[in-house]
């Protein structure tokens, strides 16, 4: 599977993350939402920069009950909750935030 982003073309999964984090951009981020029907507003994007800060610190990706608890604590209740983040994501909060950051799909997602 392919990405095509600026004349580049960029290696993905068969669930259509990046194969290589280091292509991440925020243009590649709008082209893989795109490619899933979806246009990202500055409340994607704050999610999309809270994963990628997480795994850069952590070096791992959490459960969704950990993602959850992770952003109430960093962005507070109003954002760190399940409705809030199905709103956004609503194929899979923590799933497609990892896919459009540029991260590897977590461990616990089908």
Known sequence: MELMVGGETLARTGDGFLRDAAQWSEAVAETL?????????????????FI??????????????????AVRRELGAEKGNSAYLHQLFPQGPLKYA??????PKPPTCL
């Open 33 to 49: 939402a795109a490619a899933d029907n979806t246009l990202l507003t500055p409340a994607h994007w704050e999610i999309i920069r």
């Open 52 to 69: 990628r800060a997480y795994y850069q610190r952590f070096q791992h990706l959490p459960n969704m009950r950990m993602f959850v608890g």
């Open 98 to 103: 990892c896919k459009w950051a540029g991260l």
